[in-house]
């Protein structure tokens, strides 16, 4: 009996691990597993590229987890710089390129995995593809700012949005000595936070000698007599630009899945069951930044790019094509950033998502520190909360502060995949020494504060 065929379109995080999670159920006598990957690296980090930008990392290579020679010792017929062009559904075949010579050929699959990743925002204006404008999405794209790092003598950079891309490339373009302005749409920066919290981080990026002009809408980039990037334009005045970093966000890659006729979300990421499998196809499964994902608080689906759910999905798609079982049953939306020393910290929904989704909502804020406050360097945070008004059922928490901030977010998180009250999270039995706490953790003060809110709502 011949061996069944499964075919990965994309081998970072996502494809790879289900490739690879797929070898470990079933051996190539029984399966064979072909991948392609258009770009020159395989399984790496791209959330790791600012800090290889900022000097933090040495070099590309201490993203990458595991190279095309370790996934082909392994069975895997993993082929680089060959891009899929076409899905043939109804024939079960994949058109791909080789990108070296230009070659095209067909091959057909018994399963086929679509892990086609994100692509950088990048708004069709006057002089945006000019030298010196960069996206970062991926290890070439990342080498590509460097290279432009590298070659340019002025040291003037705009970054513009600034979200988690945003902040994050402002930091290693601040290490990198260069001055730096970030221009963003909204009125705060970091969109993912409320604006009260989002107001934190602009203060901090302005203590770090980072301009942050926010309210600005890009309308171009002006170049010199040479085609490259001289300034940023905006409808608020120009700003001086020897190197602009694209930070505007990323949207799925869905360009085959769409032209193939596959279902597509509000969001214009693929939509998949539980098990990862493309709704509507029994041979077909996606996932990683292509794809979009339940919001197990709002109950609406939602595009999120990061490394964490595309290794996840990996995993339940690899474990599912080779004739296991396992299922994604969706997430809360935890992220976790930071710009210098400020920690920045998401989960669950915002003030506008919560009205989106028809909730009615409580919030509380407050300020603590990060140990005990007569500790040495004790620093302060700001914790806000989300609870909903009757239930007292916890929606979101939002948290900005300095070292030990960021991941107690994750307390968080597991109380809203809980389902859990802000009452109930007062009694939860966290950790607790002077050097990485007061004795009533932050996250549980905002949990009182919450729960005290909550009830005089309902009187």
């Known amino acids: 009996m011949a061996a069944e065929r499964m075919v990965v379109i994309g081998g970072d995080a996502a494809g790879m691990s289900a490739a ?31 800090y290889w930008v900022g000097g933090d990392v040495s070099g590309p290579g201490d993203l990458i987890a595991r190279t095309p020679e370790e996934h082909r010792a392994r069975a895997i017929d993993l082929r680089m710089r060959t891009e899929a062009v076409e899905i043939d559904v109804a024939g079960q075949r994949v058109r791909v390129r080789d990108l070296s010579d230009g070659t095209e050929g067909w091959t057909g699959f018994d399963k086929l995995v679509i892990a086609t990743g994100a692509r950088p925002v990048r708004p069709a204006l006057p002089g945006i593809d000019a030298p010196g404008v960069h996206g970062v999405q991926t290890l070439d794209d990342g080498q590509a700012l460097l290279d432009t790092l590298g070659g340019t003598e002025g040291r003037r950079a705009v970054v513009v949005g600034a979200g988690y891309i945003g902040v994050e490339m402002a930091e290693a373009l601040l290490k990198r000595g260069y001055q730096v302005t970030v221009v963003y749409r909204g009125d705060q920066p970091m969109a993912t ?17 980072i301009t942050a002009v926010g309210g600005t809408a890009v309308t171009g980039v002006r170049t010199g007599a040479d ?12 700003y001086p630009a020897d190197v602009v970093v694209l930070g505007i966000g990323v949207e799925p890659e869905t360009t085959l899945a769409r032209a193939a006729g596959l279902p597509l979300g509000p969001h214009g990421g693929l939509l ?19 794809v979009e994902v339940l919001d197990l608080i709002s109950g609406s689906t939602r595009h999120i ?13 690899g474990a599912n094509a080779g004739g296991g079982y396992a299922t994604f049953p969706g997430v809360v939306g935890t992220a976790v950033s930071k710009v210098c020393d400020l920690e920045i910290a998401r989960t669950g929904l915002r003030e506008k998502d919560a009205r989106r989704a028809g909730l009615q909502f ?26 909903e008004r009757r239930t007292g059922r916890l929606l979101g928490t939002q948290i900005v502060g300095r070292e030990g901030a960021a991941k107690r977010v994750d307390i968080a998180a597991v109380a809203l995949t809980a389902g859990m009250t802000v009452e109930a999270m007062t009694t ?16 549980l003060v905002a949990a009182r504060k919450a729960t005290t809110v909550v009830r005089k709502a309902g009187l």
């Open 362 to 387: 409580v919030t509380a804020t407050i300020e603590s520190t990060n140990s005990a406050g007569y500790y040495p360097d004790a620093a302060v945070m700001t914790v806000k909360m989300l609870a």
């Open 20 to 50: 690879s999670q797929a070898r470990r159920m079933r051996g190539p006598e029984e399966l064979e597993i072909v991948a392609f990957e258009r770009g020159h690296f395989s399984s790496y980090s791209a959330c790791g590229i600012p």
């Open 193 to 209: 936070l409320d604006p009260d919290m989002g107001r934190l981080v602009h203060e901090a990026m302005d203590g770090l000698g």
């Open 428 to 443: 939860l039995d966290l950790g607790y020494a002077p050097p990485f706490s007061p004795v009533w953790d932050p996250v």
């Open 227 to 238: 085609g490259r990037v001289r300034a940023v334009v905006t409808d608020a005045g120009e």
């Open 305 to 317: 790019a990061l490394g964490t759910h595309a290794n996840k999905h990996g995993q339940i798609i």
């Open 272 to 290: 998949t069951d539980l098990a990862m499998r493309v709704r509507g196809h029994e041979n077909i499964w996606a996932g990683g930044d292509c």
